[in-house]
């Protein structure tokens, strides 16, 4: 018996991996991230396979279906939103798994801030602009450490992918302006790559009323960043020096 945790990607089906769309085939026991997870993919489990939406669950619950997979020694996919590594909870999971003795493995996948830029048509890297990548998010229930408070994060001016924080977004344009000033652009992707995907693009002084204009108030990705000016020096990589 083992336990796989898998990305199911950032919600178009076709964006899980071929990896754990096999191993969905085959799970007789599945924890889902809830309507976060494109319920087509759960046709693709073996009819009878037990299913629990973990929006509902929390550690407790989990570990009790972890104990049942065992027993019955069954394999469990337990199916993760974007990528389990990045705000997926997954370690505390694991430790449990530890504890009781079962085997896992984890399928990285899709995340959303990838299909964001992906949906953007956007390389977050680029030469002369940046070649660094800050992953954060504003504080909500689990607290930020303070060296990691955003205005710390924005002072080298990096691209900014910033998650499960757009009901802040105010609160977000009024840290950055100092760093990156009133005329940086800022995209807003809803539901990335869903047939729902709503893209809100504009500067950091005007994107708030914007993005309340089209009543997005979660489910959506905040890139910040002078990338999104497109306006940048050839790459070394492809010019003809290189060769």
Same mark, same amino acid.
């Given at each position: 018996?083992?336990?796989?945790?898998? !990305?199911?990607?950032? !919600? *178009?089906?076709?964006?899980?991996?071929?990896? !754990?769309?096999? /191993?969905?085939? =085959?799970?007789?026991?599945?924890?889902?991230?809830?309507?976060?997870?494109?319920?087509? /993919?759960?046709?693709?489990?073996?009819?009878?396979?037990?299913?629990?939406?973990?929006?509902?669950?929390?550690?407790?619950?989990?570990? %009790?279906?972890?104990?049942?997979?065992?027993?019955?020694?069954?394999?469990?996919?337990?199916?993760?939103? !974007? *990528?389990?590594?990045?705000?997926?909870?997954?370690?505390?999971? &694991?430790?449990?798994?530890?504890?009781?003795?079962?085997?896992?493995?984890? @399928?990285?996948?899709?995340?959303?801030?990838?299909?964001?830029?992906?949906?953007?048509?956007?390389?977050?890297? /680029?030469?002369?602009?940046?070649?660094?990548?800050?992953?954060?998010?504003?504080?909500?229930?689990?607290? &930020?450490?303070?060296?990691?408070?955003?205005?710390?994060? #924005?002072?080298?001016?990096?691209?900014? =992918?910033?998650?499960?924080?757009?009901?802040?977004?105010?609160? @977000?344009? %009024?840290?950055?302006?100092?760093?990156?000033?009133?005329?940086?652009?800022?995209?807003?992707?809803? %539901? #990335?790559?869903?047939?729902?995907?709503?893209?809100?693009?504009? =500067?950091?002084?005007?994107?708030? %009323?914007?993005?309340?204009?089209?009543?997005?108030?979660?489910?959506?990705?905040?890139?910040?960043?002078?990338?999104?000016?497109?306006?940048?020096?050839?790459? @070394?990589?492809?010019?003809?020096?290189?060769?």
């Amino acid at each position: 018996m083992k336990v796989y945790f898998v !990305g199911a990607g950032p !919600g *178009d089906k076709d964006l899980i991996t071929v990896k !754990g769309f096999n /191993l969905l085939k =085959c799970a007789e026991y599945c924890i889902f991230a809830g309507s976060l997870v494109n319920e087509e /993919l759960l046709s693709a489990l073996p009819s009878g396979a037990k299913k629990y939406d973990s929006s509902k669950m929390n550690l407790e619950n989990m570990t %009790k279906v972890f104990k049942e997979a065992k027993i019955a020694n069954k394999d469990l996919v337990r199916l993760h939103s !974007g *990528d389990p590594a990045i705000y997926g909870a997954i370690q505390e999971q &694991m430790r449990v798994l530890d504890e009781l003795g079962i085997l896992y493995e984890i @399928i990285p996948g899709v995340s959303s801030f990838v299909a964001a830029s992906a949906a953007l048509k956007q390389e977050l890297t /680029l030469p002369g602009v940046t070649q660094t990548i800050v992953i954060t998010r504003m504080e909500g229930n689990t607290p &930020m450490p303070e060296k990691e408070h955003l205005s710390k994060l #924005a002072a080298s001016t990096p691209t900014l =992918c910033i998650f499960l924080s757009i009901e802040k977004l105010s609160e @977000i344009v %009024k840290i950055l302006i100092p760093h990156y000033g009133n005329e940086c652009p800022i995209a807003v992707v809803y %539901k #990335a790559s869903w047939p729902q995907q709503k893209i809100v693009r504009s =500067c950091l002084s005007h994107i708030d %009323k914007l993005v309340k204009d089209e009543a997005i108030t979660k489910t959506a990705m905040i890139i910040v960043g002078h990338v999104l000016n497109k306006e940048f020096e050839r790459s @070394i990589l492809y010019s003809e020096n290189a060769r």
